[in-house]
């Protein structure tokens, strides 16, 4: 079993910067952690899950979707068990939940069913 809790989102005018937090735990993500990829995603009311961002915990090769790249940061921290994502120059079209996903093959994917574990979500809202 592999638990995720995502915290760091909330209110912030475009422009402006965010860093989302991810803590991973659970038996199964202990024993195996490197063999885990961690991703994020995003969603917004009527639509599918949209893929932002993902790690492969074990040699940290990272993939971007097109619209965050050079402007979002994934990475991860082995000591803590946690996946960050910094977002920075947010514009009003990043406004969603955020998603903290689990893939426990070591393969990079970015299809949301390509993933085991999901966290609750973290709600991120830029202002115009």
């Known amino acids: 079993q592999v638990h995720l809790v995502e915290s760091g989102g909330g209110l912030v005018q475009a422009g402006g910067s965010l860093r989302l937090s991810c803590v991973a735990s659970?038996?199964?993500?202990?024993?195996?952690?490197?063999?885990?990829?961690m991703g994020w995603f995003r969603q917004t009311p009527g639509k599918e899950r949209e893929f932002v961002a993902a790690?492969?915990?074990?040699?940290?090769?990272?993939i971007y979707a097109d619209s965050v790249k050079g402007r979002f940061t994934i990475s991860r921290d082995n000591v803590k068990n946690t996946v960050y994502l910094q977002m920075n120059s947010l514009k009003p079209e990043d406004t969603a939940v955020y998603y903290c996903?689990?893939?426990?093959?070591?393969?990079?994917?970015?299809?949301?069913?390509?993933?085991?574990?999901w966290g609750q979500g973290t709600q991120v809202t830029v202002s115009s």
């Open positions: 790690i492969m915990w074990s040699d940290r090769s990272i």
């Open positions: 996903a689990a893939r426990d093959t070591p393969q990079l994917r970015v299809g949301s069913k390509e993933y085991n574990y």
């Open positions: 659970g038996r199964t993500f202990s024993n195996h952690f490197s063999s885990y990829v």
